[in-house]
């Protein structure tokens, strides 16, 4: 069950945003007081309440905004109590000064908004001890390993318990609390409106993670990066997955740089089968590879992982799918081994992707070129791949045939920003951007308008997500409907 938490200064607006929920098939939703601006009027918001509550009044210590006297809220919990609510949720040091009365279920609560203490069982058992009908301790991952902690806590508890890691890190404990059998999790009315760190909306964990259908068959995918919630890998694979009829889900892994390790040691544990991987993981993971492809080791970077056994099998679907936009585009020479020889091309950042292109490119004899805004980064990449580097403010003094964006330059929201002139363009020229939100960038307009070839980037996008795909789930994946869902999701005002 999915418990949904609602803030709001006004009671009014708390009362109308509560019946909407229940009108949308919210089952629990828990009225934060301590939000309120004005005098708690308890009985507004609870007589004709349209369904069960949890009634939370949190201390500023506690990640809450209550500025009254301790005594006052202390009297709005057990009056709460006393009206008979669903819930009540206490914090573990004041549990024995609310006593137990009627039907009105307890949450004994405990937050740490620093760590993730050593003892996690020690402490869930203290605070059965204070008349808990359900336990719910909630606090800060630092590391992917804090979540395996807290998830082995809940499924080993006595007393029905609620463990969450807060923060992006911290994400995957709130999709998998019933997966492990908590009685339920938290999520936010919506997305701009986060009550606690890492917290999703209500909707993503309805529609986009199913949330009530995870259970201990399901296979369990998902994408590492630092930062990973702006990812749309999460929304086009589970779409993918739910077409498809699959028990699967894919997941968002934030993992620090200097926590990669502990990663890819721990994920089974979890019961992932695979990741893909992005940003900023895609060379030092090959590092983890007991196999990778021919093409990961020439490229030096992988952006999937298939956990097999004891083995960890890298692939790079970037490279795949980039030669594949490409070779639709070009009229290349067939049965040759360099059908891209005496081809100019220009490759902006130095980064994973630019790479993966780089490596491919050169495999088919092209003649490539790299500038980056670090020319350090640039000259490593040229001199592991074969090719050259120039300074960035050099970038538009030489003709190319293939123009490739690897940089972030002209991603949502610095949408009105180019990383090439368009004077520099030609009807000649072939235009390959790789950021895909928005999938018209600035330098894709441009290039449309000099008469350019273009590939966006959400052609990469789909095509290295439909590989990846393939390689989880032995299927060939729903590319159409791939293709459609992150149109959607990154024109939402264009197509609707």
Known sequence: MICVSLGRARHKRMIAEHQFLVEQGAELVELRLDFLGRAVNLKRLIDERPGPVVITCRRREDGGRWMRSEQERLMVLRSAIAAGVEYVDIEADIASQIPRYGNTKRIISYHDFAETPDDLEGLAAAMAEE??????????????????????????????????????????????GERVGSPFTYATYSADKKLAPGQLNWKEMNTLYRYKEINEATELFGVIADPVAHSYSPLIHNTAFYEQGLNARYLPFRVPPDDLHKFMQNARDLGVSGVSVT??????????????????????????????????????????????????????????DKPMQGMSVLILGAGGVSR????????????ITIASRTFERS?????????RAIEWEERHAFKVNLLVNGTPIGMHPDVDSSP???????????????????????LI??????????????????????????????????IALMRDTIKQATNPVQLN
């Open 131 to 176: 008349d808990a009908d359900i336990v719910k301790i909630a606090t800060l991952a630092t590391t992917f390993s804090d979540n395996l902690r807290m998830l082995n806590m809940v499924k080993n508890a006595k007393r029905p318990t609620i463990g969450i890691c807060m923060g992006e890190i911290g994400m995957v404990t709130r999709i998998l």
């Open 379 to 387: 000259n490593l990449l040229a001199s592991e791949i074969g090719c």
């Open 420 to 442: 090439y002139l368009a004077s520099a363009m030609n009807q000649f020229m072939v235009v390959f951007d790789t950021v895909y939100n928005p999938e018209s960038t600035m």
């Open 445 to 478: 307009k441009q290039a449309r308008k000099h008469g350019c070839r273009i590939i966006t980037g959400i052609d990469m996008f789909v095509r290295q997500a439909a590989y990846q795909y393939k390689l989880f789930t032995g299927r060939d994946a729903p």
């Open 356 to 367: 993966a292109i780089a490596w491919g490119l050169r495999q088919r004899g092209a003649e």
């Open 279 to 336: 940003i900023p993981h895609k060379e030092r993971t090959l590092e983890h590879c007991t196999q990778a492809e021919s093409s990961a080791n020439g490229i030096g970077a992988v952006n999937t992982v298939i956990f097999h056994g004891k083995d960890n099998l890298g692939y790079n679907t970037d490279y795949r799918a980039a030669m594949d936009c490409i070779e639709a585009v070009l009229t290349l020479k067939k049965d040759v």
